[in-house]
């Protein structure tokens, strides 16, 4: 089993849509918690840093982070089609020096 | 923009032949990271460095070595090329809050 767990999508959504994004994680110690959005052939983007339980927001997205079911949700209000990437979630237990990624989750928003 | 550039962006080699992947930052942080992603499998951390000469292996760092003689610099090395190496190559560094930001990446193909 992986230590952090992605679905790969791909996820379609219309444009204008709320998507959620997810991941789980096993590994109790993971303090750290980040999305990060890639585009083709790019190098990842961090979107969100948080750090223990609760919610986040920044623009458009909100990330949460329940550590009791172990569990990291992106959620993305009126999404665009310039969201279409791929989202991967990552923790860390020591202030991110050491990341543990998931697999991305390939979204797309239809015009 | 993270000041992180990577050096090839694109190498096609051929097995059993050295290479070596460059990456260079402004930032002047301790922390570099060098990384591989591939599909299904997402991001590994192959070494990375806490400040000059010193580094340590990642997940995956069998048939690689890394050096960082400079602040600025962090070479990975493959002492010989095999088609399983081929991959993205990503270098990353830490911002001033431990966030981890990413270099363009480098796209080598072993023949």
């Known amino acids: 089993q992986k230590e952090v767990e992605q679905d790969p999508g791909p996820l379609s959504v219309p444009e204008g849509a709320i998507v959620s994004l997810n991941c789980t994680y096993s590994?109790?110690?993971?303090?750290?918690f980040m999305w990060y959005r890639q585009y083709s052939r790019k190098g990842p983007e961090l979107l969100m840093y948080?750090?223990?339980?609760g919610n986040k927001e920044d623009g458009r997205f909100t990330a949460q982070v329940d550590k009791s079911s172990k569990y990291i949700s992106l959620f993305i209000r009126d999404s665009q089609p310039s969201d279409s990437a791929t989202y991967l979630c990552?923790?860390?237990?020591?202030?991110?020096?050491?990341?543990?990624f998931g697999g991305g989750t390939r979204l797309m928003v239809k015009p | 923009d993270a000041g992180i550039t990577q050096s090839p962006r694109h190498k096609v080699t051929e097995t059993g032949t050295p290479v070596t992947l460059r990456c260079h930052q402004t930032e002047n942080h301790r922390y570099m990271y060098w990384y591989r992603q591939d599909p299904g499998h997402g991001l590994r951390l192959i070494h990375y460095?806490?400040?000059?000469?010193?580094?340590d292996k990642g997940e995956v760092s069998d048939g690689y070595s890394v050096s960082r003689s400079k602040t600025e610099d962090f070479l990975l090395t493959l002492e010989s090329a095999t088609s399983s190496q081929t991959s993205v190559y990503f270098c990353a560094i830490n911002g001033d809050s431990n966030e981890q930001f990413f270099g363009p990446g480098t796209r080598l193909t072993v023949l």
């Open positions: 460095s806490y400040g000059v000469k010193d580094t």
């Open positions: 590994n109790s110690a993971f303090q750290y």
């Open positions: 990552a923790t860390s237990n020591n202030a991110g020096n050491m990341l543990t």
């Open positions: 948080t750090y223990s339980s």
